[in-house]
């Protein structure tokens, strides 16, 4: 089936820890997106890429950081320097024009002890 | 910047009634897109409907249908005979659609609104 997956589901790190968050499609959409959702929020943009190896920092990217080395993959790094990493994590995809809809996996809870 | 604002943190519906959740928007483009998106329990995102600014007919789909209003910047989602299975957050989106600022058209989310349908 195609479609967005995100792992892990749930994703604990201690505080000082750099952790990675994986997201996969094979939609072969060239437009992938990060998103952080907190309770009573909407969802705010953290990176996001039209294309491999091009990728661009939207509302919150501070203390995150990502890469785009193939299509079908773009993960995320939650750094040491994000203040307050607690959050859900959605992964978002979409073909490559303004036009075109955004699709999201099933995201990733990250909570810091 | 745009902006988009949904006044109504909650809402309760009788199963089968219809439901109206309210999104106005604020911004100085003539061209972009509107979304509504489902996050049931599980918390993935579902897009429910999608609607062009240029095209003056509302869009529907099934159930689900909105109300454009374009000159009043407002987008609201009308949900029919409403279901058990409708209760989630419902989050309007906007999106331009030209380059605006380099944000690519990225979306832009209200806060919600908590659905909660009654048997």
């Known amino acids: ?113 | 910047a745009q902006t988009v604002t949904q006044s109504q943190p909650e809402m309760s519906v009788q199963e089968a009634e219809t439901v109206t959740l309210s999104c106005t928007y604020d911004t100085s483009e003539s061209d972009y897109y509107l979304f509504w998106y489902k996050q049931p329990p599980s918390r993935q995102m579902i897009l429910v409907i999608r609607q062009e600014a240029y095209k003056q007919q509302n869009a529907t789909e099934n159930r689900f249908s909105v109300n454009f209003q374009k000159a009043a910047k407002s987008f609201s989602l009308k949900i029919s005979d409403s279901q058990l299975g409708d209760a989630a957050m419902y989050f309007c989106a906007y999106r331009a659609s030209m380059n605006y600022g380099g944000s690519q058209g990225n979306l832009i989310f209200g806060k919600g609104t908590k659905l909660s349908v009654k048997p």
Not at chain 1, 27 to 46: F, K
Not at chain 1, 88 to 95: G, N
């Open chain 1, 1 to 113: 089936d195609g479609g967005i997956t995100q792992s892990p589901k749930y994703l604990f790190r201690k505080e000082g820890q750099n952790v990675t968050l994986s997201c996969e499609q094979n939609l072969n959409h060239d437009a992938m997106y990060w998103y952080r959702q907190d309770p009573g929020q909407g969802l705010r943009l953290i990176y996001y890429s039209q294309i491999v190896n091009d990728f661009q920092k939207g509302d919150i990217a501070e203390g995150y950081s990502v890469s785009r080395e193939k299509k079908e993959s773009f993960p995320l790094t939650v750094t040491s320097a994000q203040k307050n990493p607690t959050a859900f994590y959605l992964c978002a995809s979409s073909i490559r024009t303004l036009r075109a809809t955004q699709y999201f996996g099933p995201g990733t809870r990250l909570t810091v002890l």
